[in-house]
């Protein structure tokens, strides 16, 4: 039991213990659901574009398998921002405009080391569109990110310079938000990123773990849940948000 689930148990059983006899105990403990999300919270639903599921260029496992269950969160929150990976086709982080490199190498760049990905999510392609059957009509906010040739955007808050801001977060500040609910693709890379980042920028950052699917290249998907909690990122489920 992680020290999170432990607090979630203990809140349980505390709550259990004033409720217990009266009628409304066991619905509650059906419906499982405590997060109930309020103006101040913001769902951002991290890159659930085409080219990320099965049959696109650089599929996450199961990644369709997000849709739905991303489409049913989306309706409890009243505000709900979509990000869009949104590439030039000579990306710098494309291993086809590196010579002698493969996908999934590595290179070092200005800003650190970038894994090197088969082409994907190029500007106003196919590939770069959202996934079959994502329906939020009520999202008010698209970010596209990554649109710099030369500098890649796991996160949705800062290109991986680490200081080039996408606006994100001054957008959800002036909107008032506090908490930032998360899920998509990659689990390992832009959802973690962009989890450590909304923590970085001052929000509670809580990512929806059966709403996410992940790369795990080499062990990065344990790897990004140990830093995400690092940084007080908190793992959920779907069904604990009311
Ligand atoms: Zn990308």
């Not at 998509?184 to 709403?211: N, Q, Y």
């Amino acid at each position: 039991m992680s020290a999170f689930d432990r607090r979630r148990f203990f809140r349980f059983a505390a709550g259990a213990t004033v409720a217990a006899g009266s009628a409304g105990w066991l619905a509650r403990a059906i419906a499982g659901g405590t997060l109930r999300p309020t103006e101040k919270d913001v769902f951002i639903v991290v890159d659930v574009q085409k080219c990320f599921i099965p049959g696109g260029s650089l599929a996450v496992g199961k990644g369709d398998e997000v849709v739905p269950v991303i489409n049913a969160i989306a309706r409890k929150f009243p505000y709900v921002v979509l990000t869009q990976d949104w590439h030039t086709a000579d990306h710098v982080s494309f291993a086809s405009q590196h010579a002698g490199k493969k996908v999934f190498e590595t290179v070092s760049l200005p800003y650190g080391t970038q894994v090197l990905w088969p082409d994907h999510c190029v500007q106003g392609t196919e590939g770069a569109g959202f996934a079959p059957g994502l329906d939020i009509p009520h999202a008010q906010l698209v970010i596209r990110k990554g649109y710099h040739s030369g500098i890649d955007s796991y996160s949705a808050f800062l290109e991986a310079d680490k200081k080039t801001p996408t606006g994100l977060a001054g957008y959800l500040k002036e909107r008032g938000i506090k908490r930032c609910f998360l899920a998509g693709l990659a689990t390992d890379f832009c959802v973690a990123w962009s989890a450590i980042d909304a923590r970085k920028s001052g929000f509670e950052a809580l990512v929806i773990e059966d709403a996410s699917r992940g790369i795990d290249l080499n062990g990065s998907l344990a790897a990004a849940w140990k830093d995400m909690t690092s940084v007080g990122v908190k793992r959920i489920q779907s069904t604990d948000i009311a």
